[in-house]
């Protein structure tokens, strides 16, 4: 029972926040299905119908960031309390501007926009409170059954939403989605979170902000995984951007053979990760996994098009769903593999704008072009385009991240002893050690600091130069310098055993008779342009630090 893969149920604040997350998520399913036909009933456009999936994915792009930053320096408790109350508004404004007879597209899009901006900031929170709900041991259960909870509201809502329409109607599921969000926003409010010691000063929102994009700028793993993720959300937009176009207008499916249509891809997505995902990692590269499985997803396009038996365009949905599932969680692995923990709230949301920005230039291309070519050509033309960006996938493979190891380690190999601790708010702070190299290996060398500089700018310096020195043969002194004493603990802390590998590299060119000695100073540039301090009062006595 110990190792049983529901063993993290018998958590209670766990298993009721569970609960309610399933029942919430089998409602925005069922949800998101009548938003769909209401607006095909409203009008039938397809722009707007392929609008739909852009605009809900608009807001990951605008705020998954903040978002991400945000959730590391609130209570998150508290924000994803908020945030559901106003997922519950969003769904009942929808509501009641059907029951006025108010309702028209534009006004369906504007509420599926609210209804993304209450998803955006609960997105890299949820996640993120998981290690606080459960223990070391229930963890892996939990991270399984949060991934069920998605295949079992994607199988069940759309079908519960395509049964429900004819009985009652778009506006009384909209009804049903507020009240669900409703419930899980209690179930929230009763979690009673441990209050963890902190270490280290928090960042602040901007620093926290600044962290990611910085890591994401010096980070060319990280970028090669981005771009892989981007051009596949380009590309696999046109899904859900055209499905409910073939399926209303050119097959004519009823309320309930679009939710049929919508749950056969959550059905694919369930048997690709139970039976297929685990078979093809153990038999693939991950390259070779997702490009196969988008060359499933090209054939999906082809089928899209041709295919216009409704059963059999159903079973088509279940494929997309099963192309879909085995190249996004490879990626998806990828993104964890490439990221480190410490920053891993921040960079899912940097991913979150790159696939959900593409999904949103996606869906307005794909709706466009189906506007003035069709849906047919167009899903001739994305499958041509997607089998042509394959080719991408070989200068920019993602099997280098099965080899890396980012667990965190300490910094260690510098002594260094400071006359006076700074405060967690002073700085700058310069670090700078002077290293003697063999002159017959100077070109490794200096290639080898090009990547010991992107180890100390992604992980919190905003300075790092190499000197030359003109007094010393073959000497060289390298400078580093970061915005305050506690970025300094923090850049410590943040090493990893990849980035202790790289760091070491550059420690043994050093062929001095002396050992590297770390030195550290303090700007005290402020002070020079302070008012004039009492004569006598020196800086030590100011407790100013001075180099070690």
Known sequence: MENSPLIALRNGAFRQLWLASVLSGICVAAHDCAAVWAMYKLNSSPLLLALMSAVASLPFFLFIMPAGALADIVDRRKLLWVMNLWLAIAAAALAALGWLRLLNPYLVLLCVFLLGVGFAFTAPTWPAILPEVV????????????????????????????????????????????????????????????????????????????????????????????????????????????????????????????????????????????????????????????????????????LMAVVRNQMLFILVAGLAGIGWTLSASELWVAGQRAMPNWARARMNATFFVATQGAMVLGGIFWGTMTTI??????????????????IAAIPLSINFTKTLDLSVVPVT???????????????????????????????????????????????????????????????????????????????????????????????????????????MFLCVDKELHSKQKPEGKSEVASGNPRRS
């Open 135 to 302: 223990s070391k041991e229930e963890m892996p259960s939990a991270t399984m059954l949060s991934g069920l909870q998605l295949n079992i509201a994607a199988v069940v809502g759309p079908t519960l939403g395509g049964l429900l329409l004819p009985l009652i109607g778009a506006r009384w599921i909209f009804c049903l989605n507020s009240a669900c969000f409703l419930i899980v926003a209690l179930a929230v409010l009763q979690w009673k979170p441990a209050v963890l010691p902190v270490k280290l000063p928090m960042e602040s929102f901007l620093e926290s902000l600044l962290t990611a994009i910085r890591y994401v700028r010096h980070s060319p793993g990280v970028q090669v995984v981005l771009v892989r993720n981007a051009i596949f959300a380009f590309f696999i937009s046109l899904i859900p951007a055209l499905i409910p176009v073939i399926g209303l207008k050119e097959i004519d499916l009823n309320a309930l053979g679009c939710g049929l249509m919508f749950s056969a891809i959550g059905v694919g997505s369930v048997i690709a990760a139970i039976l297929l995902l685990g078979w093809m990692q153990a038999r693939f590269s991950p390259n070779i996994l997702t490009i196969s499985a988008n060359l499933v997803l090209g054939l999906v396009f082809v």
């Open 413 to 519: 190999g510098f002594s260094h002893k400071l006359f006076t601790i700074p405060k967690a708010d002073d700085g700058p702070v310069v670090i700078h050690y002077d290293i003697e190299v063999d002159h017959t290996r100077t070109r490794e060398f200096l290639e080898g600091m090009k990547h010991a500089r992107m180890v100390y700018l992604r992980n919190g310096a905003f300075i790092w130069r190499l000197h030359e020195d003109l007094g010393r043969a073959n000497t060289y002194r390298i400078e580093i310098m970061v915005p305050s004493w506690s970025q300094y603990l923090l850049q410590v802390e943040r090493l990893t055993k990849a980035e202790k590998i790289i760091l070491d590299r550059a420690r043994n060119f050093h062929v001095g008779t002396n050992s590297l000695t770390e030195q």
């Open 373 to 390: 070519y069709g849906p047919n050509r167009t899903l001739i033309g994305g499958a041509i385009f997607l089998f042509v960006s394959l």
